[in-house]
């Protein structure tokens, strides 16, 4: 079945880096793209990028813009996303969400397999 | 403005029907999609479109668009619908995505 499996739990010091993954079965990774989703606590989802796992081209939020970088590699089936110079308010719950590589006839990109979601913590 | 606006939180008796409500103005280009998350766990998408169901979402599920607002609908709400209820879109460029605050449903 289509599945999607991320890394375990990661514990950050403020100003270091993350790198998380999650690695796809269950369909042609390649078909789809990624996205990364986080959730801090208490707070609403919020969008991070996504990556067209085909040609890896990406595209960022404007909130993430310098500090994020999502990657693939498709031989392995596996997305990632690091998260540079991370402060106390970046810990979350990072999710990822396949999607197709475009947008839809309602005009949108469709989050329809999630991963179960990986958690970060930064704490001195 | 890209920010999608919704009820922090709504209560439905067992068997009635909800609306929970997405406003934003970027709805009047975009569709919004509706994804529902139990605590604990990731989400998972429930409407899309104009009003589409994936496979397996029951179709007490339901969705609509006016304007600067999208509506999901459940009718004949059931314990397990308790969840938080979440609209996603694209924000007024059309290159970001966007969700919004979240709706927590309460069944009494």
């Known amino acids: 079945q289509v599945q999607i499996v991320q890394s375990g739990a990661e514990v950050k010091k403020p100003g270091a880096s993350v790198k998380v993954s999650c690695t796809a079965s269950g369909y042609t990774f390649s078909n789809y793209a990624m996205h990364w989703v986080r959730q801090a606590p208490g707070q609403r989802l919020e969008w991070m990028g996504w990556?067209?796992?085909?040609?890896?081209?990406?595209k960022y939020s404007q909130n993430f813009q310098g500090r994020v970088t999502i990657t693939r590699d498709t031989s392995a089936s596996t997305a990632y996303m690091e998260l540079s110079s991370l402060r106390s308010e970046d810990t979350a719950v990072y999710y990822c969400a396949r999607s197709k590589r475009y947008y839809d006839s309602s005009g949108n990109l469709l989050l329809d397999v999630w991963g179960k979601g990986t958690t970060v913590t930064v704490s001195s | 403005s890209s920010e999608l606006t919704q009820d922090p939180a709504v209560s439905v008796a067992l068997g009635q029907t909800v609306r929970i409500t997405c406003q934003g103005d970027s709805l009047r280009s975009y569709y919004a999609s509706w994804y529902q998350q139990k605590p604990g766990q990731a989400p998972v998408l429930v409407i899309y479109?104009?009003?589409n169901r994936p496979s397996g979402i029951p179709d007490r599920f339901s969705g609509s668009s006016s304007g600067n607002t999208a509506s999901l609908t459940i009718t004949g709400a059931r314990a397990e619908d308790e969840a938080d209820y979440h609209c996603k879109s694209r924000d007024s460029s059309g290159n970001q995505l966007v969700f919004g605050g979240g709706t927590k449903l309460t069944v009494l």
């Open positions: 990556i067209n796992a085909d040609n890896g081209n990406t």
């Open positions: 479109g104009k009003n």
